[in-house]
């Protein structure tokens, strides 16, 4: 029997982090390093990625750092390689990156769809990629990418944002059933709204922010660093028999019917 005890834990062992420096990314980064991982802070902003790493190591865990670009997939496997030549091998990889245009679809532009398609879409697809090679090649690991509660549900000038997160999820799926006799796992995290740097222009108008709030179960919005639990869950032994899933961190905002309470 497996020692129940240490499920949760991922001492020995090394995480990638793509979108490090801030928001979910750093959570994840945060709460990969305090269950014993070490952790490769990577992000496009490459000074934010060493101060992630400086705030691990500053509390005594295990950090690296590099600059990456995900919308690159050169630069992506090149990083992969990197990282195993200098820890041996990567245990768990997880990527945050993305970005959201609010505009109704008939407002958008083809520069406006290419940037969010680039970076949301094509970003996860370059990290399922490094990451599924290198897995398949070490037969075991697990990845982690964000979609979004966007993915089922969806609002006035979401549309092309939403459009990604539900074809990161199928992309995941795909690639769980192709990997999965290799003993290689790939989840999405789905959040529902979250603080980080991404949604802060709702948290700047009061009634937008409040309106979200109300929209949920929990009647609140999420810390970033309440998706390190999910993280870490997934990342770690506890999920051991999960793949092709699609686990929900959003308040209960895609339980909820409507905005109205009937009374009952």
């Known amino acids: 029997m497996p020692d129940l005890s240490s499920m949760f834990r991922l001492d020995g062992r090394v995480a990638l982090v793509a979108g490090a420096a801030s928001g979910i990314g750093l959570a994840s980064a945060e709460g990969l390093a305090a ?17 992630a790493a400086d705030g691990i190591r500053s509390r005594g865990g295990q950090a690296d750092s590099f600059a990456l670009d995900v919308t690159d997939a050169a630069a992506v496997d090149q990083a992969f390689r990197d990282v195993e030549k200098r820890h041996g091998r990567i245990h768990a990889v997880v990527t945050t990156p993305a970005v959201n245009i609010r505009k109704r679809l008939l407002d958008y532009t083809s520069a406006d769809f290419d940037k969010v398609v680039r970076l949301n879409l094509a970003g ?3 990290v399922l990629q490094a990451a599924g090679r290198h897995m398949l090649a070490k037969k075991g690991g697990s990845i982690v990418l964000f979609s979004s509660m966007r993915a089922v549900t969806v609002e006035p000038g979401q549309s092309i944002y939403a459009a990604t997160k539900a074809g990161l999820i199928q992309m995941v799926r795909g690639l769980a059933v192709e990997l999965g006799p290799a003993g290689v796992r790939v989840n999405c995290i789905a959040p ?8 802060a222009p709702i948290k ?32 770690s032994d506890a999920s051991s028999y999960v793949t092709g899933a699609v686990l929900f961190a959003d308040g209960g905002w895609t339980a909820i019917d409507g905005r109205f309470a009937p009374p009952v």
């Open 35 to 51: 269950s014993g991982a070490l952790v490769v802070c990577a992000d496009i902003n490459g000074p934010g990625a060493e101060k």
């Open 124 to 126: 996860g697809f370059h």
């Open 192 to 199: 529902g709204v979250v603080e980080t740097p991404l949604t």
């Open 204 to 235: 700047d108008k009061p009634e937008w922010y409040q309106a979200y709030s109300n929209r949920n179960a929990l009647n609140r919005w999420a810390k970033a660093e309440e998706m390190a639990g999910p993280v870490v869950f997934l990342a």
